[in-house]
């Protein structure tokens, strides 16, 4: 393969379009590449990649001009410029300074916002008019839109997700630890005020404190109460801010999982259904947070929006407290993969011998984790658009199949509804 023949490699099938447009465009970058380089399923998409990552890396280093880009015919180019002179003309602003313009456009490592910049901004007349030139290249590409996708994205919900059903749950006991701690308090005033009522029938305050004893006992028990008082409260008020912290996290979860939709929903046509808060049955339930069924074969999502630094080796996940690592017990990977097999046993369960894939979704974007050979898929929220392109190479199920397996879920999701009502 060659870097035309590279080039002309469709890229992933949430974008599918050559390579070559799309670096035009700027829509591929070098980060793009370097992922499709590393994780496409589709082989020769992934030697393009790795084709043009190396181009790029002789282009910049040795400022190779690819000749076969011209000006567009009848346009007229300032007094003194020519494309060839703008293409090895330096750019003069960080962090590319001293590289030639032409490579850094080639490589779309400028865009068409940082030739205007330097159009309006470069104190050099050389570097104004190559900006110029090399803008007027850039204006000129034609731009194909892509095929009108098939519809939107079929999305099912089972009802409220684990976290909503959390979050009830927690506020629920707010409100009976609430309604306990009032109704104590008005029982023991009750009895405080009998007891008061029946020792001054019994005994005047006079004979009551007239010893030291008696005086210091009085003092004793009212200290007491006080501090039983105090007590009660200051628990109460550390019970209800952890209840309140746990409520925020999986309000977290809750809005991760509403983020993921959204990217899937953009990425995604009417030729798939994602089905939401699955709980398949048996002795053990198992909630499943978004299973997600393509031409392409059937997916086991699970969602996760944890708080802090995180790793993933192999199966085993790793939270950092300062510099120290902790593993952490119910590993993600494991959960994912667990919950595969568990959906795949419900399909066999009528007949249909279908295999699921299993895949962690990292969707706090605020919270950094890195991933060294995964034994379970782990997508990042900010490439999901990415991984949803790519599982499009897989095994494809054929349509009656498709069809049962959307009608089994969409049964066990409306009755999960009906339950819950």
Same mark, same amino acid.
């Given at each position: 393969?060659?870097? @035309? *023949?590279?080039?002309?490699? %469709?890229?992933?099938? +949430?974008?599918? =379009?050559?390579?070559? &447009? ?124 892509? @095929? *009108?996708?098939?519809?939107? %994205?079929?999305?099912? +919900?089972?009802? =409220?997700?684990?976290? &909503? ?257």
């Amino acid at each position: 393969m060659n870097i @035309e *023949e590279a080039k002309k490699v %469709l890229w992933l099938k +949430s974008n599918p =379009r050559p390579i070559g &447009e799309l670096l035009n465009e700027g829509y591929l970058n070098q980060s793009r590449l370097e992922w499709a380089a590393e994780k496409a399923y589709e082989p020769a998409l992934k030697e393009a990649a790795k084709l043009l990552l190396n181009w790029q890396k002789q282009t910049t280093s040795q400022a190779v001009v690819d000749k076969k880009t011209s000006l567009p015919s009848g346009i007229q180019l300032p007094s003194g410029a020519s494309l060839d002179q703008a293409r090895v003309t330096l750019w003069p602003f960080s962090p590319f300074k001293g590289q030639p313009m032409g490579t850094l456009v080639e490589t779309k490592q400028l865009s068409i916002k940082d030739l205007g910049f330097a159009i309006e901004n470069a104190w050099d007349e050389r570097v104004r008019k190559a900006a110029m030139v090399l803008m007027l290249v850039r204006l000129d590409q034609v731009i194909n839109e892509p @095929e *009108e996708p098939t519809g939107f %994205l079929n999305v099912i +919900s089972g009802g =409220r997700s684990f976290a &909503e059903y959390k979050q009830y749950q927690l506020t629920l006991f707010q409100g009976m630890l609430l309604g306990g701690f009032l109704t104590l308090s008005i029982v023991w005033f009750i009895g405080m005020f009998t007891n008061q009522k029946s020792a001054q029938a019994g005994v005047s305050m006079a004979d009551a404190l007239a010893t030291p004893a008696s005086i210091l006992a009085i003092v004793f028990v009212l200290v007491f109460l006080a501090g039983l008082i105090w007590l009660t409260g200051f628990l109460t008020d550390k019970l209800m801010d952890r209840i309140e912290k746990l409520k925020e996290n999986y309000r977290k979860g809750e809005e991760g999982e509403k983020k993921v939709v959204e990217v899937m929903g953009q990425a995604l046509d009417g030729n798939w259904s994602l089905f939401r808060n699955v709980v398949l049955p048996g002795r053990r339930k198992t909630d499943l947070d978004a299973v997600l069924v393509g031409p392409a074969g059937v997916w086991v999502l699970e969602v996760k929006t944890f708080t802090g630094t995180y790793r993933n080796i192999g199966e085993q996940w790793e939270y950092r407290i300062g510099n120290r690592w902790n593993l952490y017990k119910k590993s993600p990977s494991r959960q994912a993969k667990n919950n595969a097999v568990r959906l795949s046993e419900f399909f066999k369960a009528d007949h249909v011998p279908q295999w699921v894939n299993a895949a962690v979704v990292w969707a706090n974007q605020e919270s950094p984790l890195t991933v060294e050979n995964p034994s379970t898929a782990v997508w990042s929220l900010d490439r999901l658009p990415d991984e949803l392109g790519n599982i499009w190479h897989g095994n494809p199920i054929p349509e009656a199949q498709r069809k049962q397996i959307i009608d089994k879920l969409t049964k066990l999701c409306e009755k999960q509804k009906e339950i819950h009502k």
